[in-house]
């Protein structure tokens, strides 16, 4: 090699040194993938024993904590346990029981935007119908069959209604305001876990009047003798509709609030997969935060396919180290959490996508929710596009395969165990960023092995940020203070 063909590859050997030094290092969190089909399996097999579970955690005491830094309101921690704790899946196939909660999933979030579109078009709730109800008789009986929307649920909790109380299971649900349970008599009741609520029974029970402040605060509402009637309805046609009264809800031995505003359905159509009512924890006036002048509330996810769980905290604040971000509200629509997103890195490095993108305008159009009832996020597709090819452009060395339902990304890992995949994070500005655990976002969808990207497209101004990708975090919500904040293993 002579003295120009050395120089040549010395200085070719320092360039690519220097170009790889300058690389950013892509960051990797490891998927188990042996643990995530271990529990999906678990999951088909489990019968929980949801009564004892729950009668269980309500005779310990509730904790109250008065060293709240947000405010001197007593903290209080209620149960929180997912859907398949509560209800054993009829399924005996994992992907059927993965397609049936993504079809649940959409219905969820076709109602969600089409809220967002009456508040921004000005459309009245009181110029609706519900739809009917195309739910085929026979699955009334099957829990995960798809259909239902915000009323059916992923999360519950067990509180006690009435004096003396008596104990039901509940949906807990962000996208919501409205409280209710389903009452006697009934004129159409759906089948539920635990005896239908008797207003007859409780020596708490009052209607409210039509004049009240609850009644004029509802979106649909009418009078009858001089009390106040309500309707809930939901996306897919769901609905409940009856007597808006005031009743005292219980939380184990430890704590109850009286004279909180809820609906008394009688009349009541769709899946809701034996919960007794719903507990509504939007923004809006009539929610069960609101109405208990809570300055903040928390929960932490445990994953759907797991029978453990957490809690849900009131007035606790936010724990320490947590990852703040902005909580934002809309000027059209009170019941979303807005958050300040603005943006992804994956493996490390930022994805790029168009500034402003997930900013909202005046006119309430835009912006980035987060839920818990919506399991899978959604994002604008501009930025699903970009977040997705960012992993893709990583991922080249595992064996892809077809896509799923709405995943259009997804791996063959039935060989291995587990595997190294670059970490997906998102930004709140200011530097704030929180890493997801892999497997927050590649999920299994079958037993076999295929994992799929747990993202996807939405043709809505509006995205949202969907439980699936809280899993295992702590999310408080500082209402006090305008912030959010996420805590890794804070659950």
Not at 242 to 265: D, H
Not at 429 to 442: E, F, I, Q, V
């Amino acid at each position: 090699m002579d003295s120009i063909s050395i120089h040549f590859f010395l200085l070719s050997f320092l360039f690519t040194s220097t170009l790889a030094r300058l690389s950013p290092e892509t960051t990797t969190t490891t998927l188990d993938i042996s643990s995530s089909l271990q529990q999906a399996q678990h999951i088909l097999s489990f019968d929980p024993q949801s009564a004892k579970q729950f009668s269980q955690s309500q005779n310990k005491p509730l904790f109250f904590n008065s060293s709240s830094s947000s405010s001197s309101a007593a903290a209080f921690s209620v149960p929180l346990h997912s859907r398949g704790s509560l209800h054993k899946t009829h399924h005996t196939d994992y992907k059927k029981l993965v397609l049936s909660r993504l079809e649940r999933d959409s219905a969820r979030v076709d109602s969600l935007t089409t809220k967002l579109l009456f508040a921004l078009n000005g459309v009245k709730k009181s110029e609706l119908k519900p739809v009917p109800n195309e739910i085929q008789a026979e699955a009334l009986s099957t829990p995960i069959i798809s259909g239902t929307s915000q009323g059916s649920g992923e999360y519950f909790t067990r509180v006690g209604v009435g004096n003396p109380a008596k104990q039901y299971f509940m949906v807990l649900d962000t996208g919501s305001d409205i409280n209710w349970i389903q009452c006697e008599p009934c004129t159409d009741c759906y089948q539920q876990s635990d005896p239908i609520f008797n207003p007859s029974r409780s020596s708490s029970y009052s209607p409210v009047t039509c004049e009240s402040r609850q009644c004029t605060s509802l979106d649909v509402s009418a009078c009858r003798s001089g009390k106040c009637l309500y309707q809930v309805s939901y996306g897919d046609g769901s609905y409940t509709v009856g007597e808006f009264v005031t009743e005292t809800l219980s939380f184990g031995n430890s704590g109850s609030i009286k004279g909180v505003a809820l609906g008394c359905g009688h009349d009541n159509e769709g899946l809701f997969v034996g919960a007794a009512g719903l507990l509504g924890l939007g923004g809006g006036s009539l929610s069960l935060t609101s109405q208990i002048k809570a300055t903040s509330f928390s929960y932490c996810l445990v994953d759907r396919d797991s029978s453990g769980s957490s809690t849900l905290d009131f007035n606790s604040g936010l724990p320490a180290g947590s990852v703040v971000a902005p909580l934002m509200k809309s000027g059209k629509i009170n019941t979303f959490y807005y958050i300040g997103l603005t943006g992804f890195s994956v493996g490390g490095q930022a994805v790029k996508i168009p500034p402003g993108l997930f900013d909202m305008d005046e006119s309430g159009e835009g912006g980035v929710i987060i839920d818990c009832g919506t399991a899978i996020t959604r994002l604008q597709t501009p930025a699903y596009n970009a977040l997705r090819d960012a992993f893709v452009r990583l991922t080249k060395d595992l064996p892809t395969t077809s896509g799923v339902a709405l995943f259009d990304t997804c791996y063959d890992l039935s060989s291995r165990s587990s595997v190294k995949v670059p970490t997906v994070s998102f930004h709140f500005g200011s530097g704030k960023s929180l890493d997801l655990p892999a497997k927050n976002y590649l999920v299994p969808v079958d037993s076999s092995g295929t994992f799929c990207f747990a993202f996807a497209p939405t043709s809505s101004s509006m995205s949202i940020i969907g439980n699936v990708q809280q899993q295992g975090t702590r999310v408080s919500f500082d209402l006090a203070n305008n912030k959010v904040g996420f805590s890794s293993h804070k659950c």
